[in-house]
């Protein structure tokens, strides 16, 4: 009976894709696990990517700090990084770790910014 309502409810396509699924769900789940794995991980490595450039800045209290000094991304990308590719907040593709694409990414990235923001604003209260 619960068959039959749902085929109604799919289609003649739906229950095809239906089927699909479930002779291939081992390998569908694991492959969809895998690609969360591999998104995680790269999450991971653009936030400590940023983490250390933060560190940087703050290092550096009394100088004005540049966000396109490609040599600070690069190092930072040197020292922390721990995987080839990163991966914004709302990135579906991960993306291969470098400076152009970690400023890029750095650029869309709403915490990343209001940091930013908040450690610029607490740097010109302190240097009037």
Sequence with gaps: MLR?????????IGMILLEFYIEHSILINSFALLYGILLAIS????????????????????RKFGLDDADMWANSIKEVSFFPLISGGNSLLPKKTNVDMIILLS??????????????NDHSDKNP
């Design 43 to 62: 999450h991971i490595n653009y936030k400590r990517i940023l983490d250390r450039v933060l560190l940087r800045i703050s290092e550096r209290k009394n």
């Design 4 to 12: 039959t309502l749902v085929a109604m409810m799919l289609g003649p």
């Design 107 to 120: 650029k869309k990235d709403k915490k990343w910014n209001h940091a930013i923001l908040t450690m610029d």
